[in-house]
């Protein structure tokens, strides 16, 4: 659980590949990596370290909110060349995390309303059958298919208080019966409502994202039986009181037993998925905020079982967050640095794996995420869709934007982008819950 070591060669050989036989963009480092939403673009590589976090509060923290304002005539969303994006689903109730079912159907958490959705293509492409699948949920987020393969006997939703699971028939656009109730409580109320959820590839286990109730832990106060007692019986880097089991990843057998910590340290793990070539578990993550513009990267990282990951008393490694200094020393050597750092204060949502035969081989393995959007920022990052680049299963570190076009000017914005999930067909679905929409990526015909 040492820091890795980052890859020093970034070969402009390895980018040109995104843009289709275009020019590679330079790669951006350091300093030059955080930038702003006007510096975004499709084919625009960032590679951030370890090494080039600014100090706490090098800047003021900024609250600067986005107005989301109704989707202009002329926007239009920017995609590397050799691809295509299309409007795919309007007139949805702030549409979050999207998976694919296997037999092709899109099914949507509208978590604001309390249902999922589900959507079928016809001819072209376009959507088809639009209906509700269930509803009555509590901000519901996480959708999950179960068991893995071909012919999933369940649906499982992950509400922001508990799992409940409705059979399912490939084809089933209306849930059969009420929901069953798996995990009866998991850890909510206060900040970061979502709850994802995936299951692990020998379907054995099913692992729950649960986000911090608080920015960083403040007033967390003293553990039961002091700090001695707590550390040595519990997880790693394990809080207490009101953050007891959050900013962590739960682990549960299948029928919602066996309840144990699988990581901690993880401040909000807003998108779960399984990397297959690894069968590992990643996750997109918020980090804190009111450190300042430049602090602290978001991530997108792989999830070790009992690693720890720092918050709220460390962040990106042995980095210690000033409003805990010397509370925790023990703990300093102990963590994960994660693999991906992400512009600070961009809002990583949703993510997914490449498996699709569609695009490039190129992007075989690579992982999307969605970048929600800033708010603790002067200047104002995120609202796209990133590429994670990957190489033998492996992350190099860089990220590349994919789609842009979501900001309409410093202080508006028409879209914010959650969800990603490879369709049937190869192609890439987008969700964004400012205007309530859903993209199509696809590649452009030659």
Same mark, same amino acid.
């Given at each position: 659980?040492?820091?890795?070591?980052?890859?020093?060669?970034?070969?402009?050989?390895?980018?040109?590949?995104?843009?289709?036989?275009?020019?590679?963009?330079?790669?951006?480092?350091?300093?030059?990596?955080?930038?702003?939403?006007?510096?975004?673009?499709?084919?625009?590589? $960032?590679?951030?370290?370890?090494?080039?976090?600014?100090?706490?509060?090098?800047?003021?923290?900024?609250?600067?909110?986005?107005?989301?304002?109704?989707?202009?005539?002329?926007?239009?969303?920017?995609?590397? %060349?050799?691809?295509?994006?299309?409007? &795919? %689903?309007?007139?949805? $109730?702030?549409?979050?995390?999207?998976?694919?079912?296997?037999?092709?159907?899109? &099914?949507?958490?509208?978590?604001?309303?309390?249902?999922?959705?589900?959507?079928?293509?016809?001819?072209?492409?376009?959507?088809?059958?639009?209906?509700?699948?269930?509803?009555?949920?509590?901000?519901?987020?996480?959708?999950?298919?179960?068991?893995?393969?071909?012919?999933?006997?369940?649906?499982?939703?992950?509400?922001?208080?508990?799992?409940?699971?409705?059979?399912?028939?490939?084809?089933?656009?209306?849930?059969?019966?009420?929901?069953?109730?798996?995990? %009866?409580?998991?850890?909510?109320?206060?900040?970061?409502?979502?709850?994802?959820?995936?299951?692990?590839?020998?379907?054995?286990?099913?692992?729950?994202?649960?986000?911090?109730?608080?920015?960083?832990?403040?007033?967390?106060?003293?553990?039961?039986?002091?700090?001695?007692?707590?550390?040595?019986?519990?997880?790693?880097?394990?809080?207490? %009181?009101? =953050?007891? =089991?959050?900013?962590?990843?739960?682990?549960?057998?299948?029928?919602?037993?066996?309840?144990?910590?699988?990581?901690?340290?993880?401040?909000?793990?807003?998108?779960?998925?399984?990397?297959?070539?690894?069968?590992?578990?990643?996750?997109?993550?918020?980090?804190?905020?009111?450190?300042?513009?430049?602090?602290?990267?978001?991530?997108?990282?792989?999830?070790?079982?009992?690693?720890?990951?720092?918050?709220?008393? &460390?962040?990106?490694?042995?980095?210690?967050?000033?409003?805990?200094?010397?509370?925790?020393?023990?703990?300093?050597?102990?963590?994960?640095?994660?693999?991906?750092?992400?512009?600070?204060?961009?809002?990583?949502?949703?993510?997914?794996?490449?498996?699709?035969?569609?695009?490039?081989?190129?992007?075989?393995?690579?992982?999307?995420?969605?970048?929600?959007?800033?708010?603790?920022?002067?200047?104002?990052?995120?609202?796209?869709?990133?590429?994670?680049?990957?190489?033998?299963?492996?992350?190099?570190?860089?990220?590349?934007?994919?789609?842009?076009?979501?900001?309409?000017?410093?202080?508006?914005?028409?879209?914010?982008?959650?969800?990603?999930?490879?369709?049937?067909?190869?192609?890439?679905?987008?969700?964004?819950?400012?205007?309530?929409?859903?993209? $199509?990526?696809?590649?452009?015909?030659?």
């Amino acid at each position: 659980m040492k820091s890795r070591t980052w890859t020093a060669a970034l070969a402009a050989g390895l980018l040109a590949a995104a843009t289709n036989g275009a020019q590679a963009e330079p790669v951006l480092q350091g300093k030059d990596a955080y930038g702003d939403w006007r510096a975004d673009k499709p084919g625009a590589v $960032r590679v951030i370290r370890p090494q080039d976090l600014a100090r706490p509060n090098a800047t003021p923290s900024v609250a600067s909110f986005s107005r989301v304002v109704p989707r202009p005539s002329q926007a239009s969303l920017q995609v590397p %060349a050799g691809f295509k994006i299309e409007l &795919f %689903a309007e007139g949805l $109730r702030a549409p979050r995390i999207i998976r694919v079912a296997p037999n092709g159907d899109v &099914f949507v958490a509208e978590t604001r309303a309390g249902t999922i959705r589900v959507l079928r293509t016809g001819e072209g492409g376009k959507v088809a059958t639009n209906e509700v699948f269930a509803s009555g949920l509590k901000q519901p987020f996480g959708i999950a298919f179960f068991p893995n393969g071909d012919n999933p006997q369940w649906v499982y939703i992950a509400n922001t208080d508990s799992v409940v699971r409705f059979p399912y028939q490939a084809g089933d656009l209306k849930a059969r019966g009420k929901a069953q109730t798996i995990v %009866a409580s998991l850890p909510h109320d206060g900040g970061h409502s979502t709850r994802d959820i995936v299951f692990t590839p020998d379907g054995k286990r099913m692992l729950v994202s649960v986000g911090s109730l608080s920015n960083v832990a403040e007033g967390m106060g003293t553990p039961p039986g002091g700090m001695d007692v707590w550390s040595k019986t519990q997880p790693l880097g394990a809080t207490w %009181a009101s =953050e007891l =089991e959050r900013a962590t990843v739960l682990a549960f057998n299948p029928d919602g037993k066996e309840r144990k910590v699988y990581a901690t340290g993880i401040r909000n793990c807003v998108g779960l998925a399984m990397q297959p070539q690894t069968g590992l578990p990643w996750c997109s993550t918020n980090e804190r905020d009111g450190l300042g513009d430049d602090l602290v990267p978001d991530y997108v990282t792989s999830v070790k079982e009992g690693a720890f990951y720092g918050w709220p008393w &460390f962040y990106i490694g042995n980095n210690e967050d000033p409003r805990h200094a010397g509370a925790r020393p023990d703990l300093k050597d102990k963590v994960t640095v994660p693999d991906v750092l992400i512009q600070p204060h961009s809002a990583s949502l949703g993510m997914t794996f490449y498996e699709g035969t569609q695009f490039p081989s190129e992007y075989q393995g690579d992982a999307f995420a969605a970048e929600h959007g800033s708010w603790n920022r002067s200047k104002r990052t995120g609202y796209k869709v990133i590429r994670i680049r990957m190489k033998d299963g492996k992350p190099t570190g860089e990220y590349e934007d994919f789609v842009t076009g979501f900001v309409v000017s410093d202080t508006e914005v028409w879209g914010r982008p959650v969800g990603v999930a490879v369709a049937k067909d190869g192609s890439l679905l987008v969700s964004e819950d400012g205007n309530g929409t859903i993209w $199509r990526v696809s590649r452009q015909p030659q």
